[in-house]
């Protein structure tokens, strides 16, 4: 069972914030008046919780509203600027490791609207090699992590490993084989380079047969993801395209390397995404 982080922060922002409002309107110009009335002398003996319980304030009023500050700027900053994410599964390895903690640029892609994810104000758009975080399709409650491959308008053809797009081969240049990682579920592969128009990044292959495999055209409006993790994703192969209302923003840091719950986080293999 999940549960919308996104949609739990948006309504505590709005609750704090109309507890905030009611008690800027309602209550505190009867705190000021009272105080105004008072002695200079026993004003200054007040202390701020005191002067705050001036005018019969709910005492709940006042504890909901002190909570807006943080909300707000966390609020703020996680729907407008930038967001932390997790990674949960290795479909985007060996560029992301189960257990990155990860920054993802949200205006890269225009600012939206949190929850309804509507634009406000269009900035950029996705480019081919770029990561992104976006909903995913068939459950938008759900946060996916894939890395562009198709652009609106773009044909592209996926057998026996090897990608083309709009009949151009994206050069792949083998690097090395690799024995299986069991902290990270992974059977051995082969390491290559990728080169998608310029964004050269490592990709998996495993040593068999991938099935997932076939001719697409990209809709209007759309994007064909794949993990770096070729054979062991599932992405736009499996469950379609990208719809652009459904991006949430590009993924640009990992900050933070924390595997198991019961062991030491890591800062060693922070830097920039490729």
Partial sequence: MSFDFELILTLAFLITGAFWLYDRLVFAPKR??????????????????EKERLANTPKFV???????????????????????????????LPTLKIGDFILVNKFDYGIRLPVLNTTLIKTTEPKRG?????????????NYIKRVVGLPGDHISYHNKILKINGKLISK?????????????????????EDLDGTVHDIYNNHYPNPLQGDYVVPKGHYFVMGDNRDNSADSRVWGFVPESDLKGRAFYVWLYWNKFFSLPSFEYNGLIK
């Fill in 62 to 92: 006042l504890e909901v509203k002190s909570y807006f500050g943080i909300i707000a700027v966390i609020f703020l900053v996680r729907s407008f600027v930038v967001e932390p994410f997790q990674i949960p599964s290795g479909s985007m």
């Fill in 32 to 49: 000021k008046r009272l105080l105004a009335d008072m002695p200079e002398e026993a004003r200054s003996a007040l202390s701020k919780a």
């Fill in 173 to 193: 240049k083998f690097i090395t084989n690799l024995p299986p990682s069991p902290d990270q579920n992974q059977e051995a592969v082969s390491l290559f380079k």
């Fill in 130 to 142: 770029d990561v992104i975080v976006f909903k995913y399709p068939r459950d938008p409650s759900i």
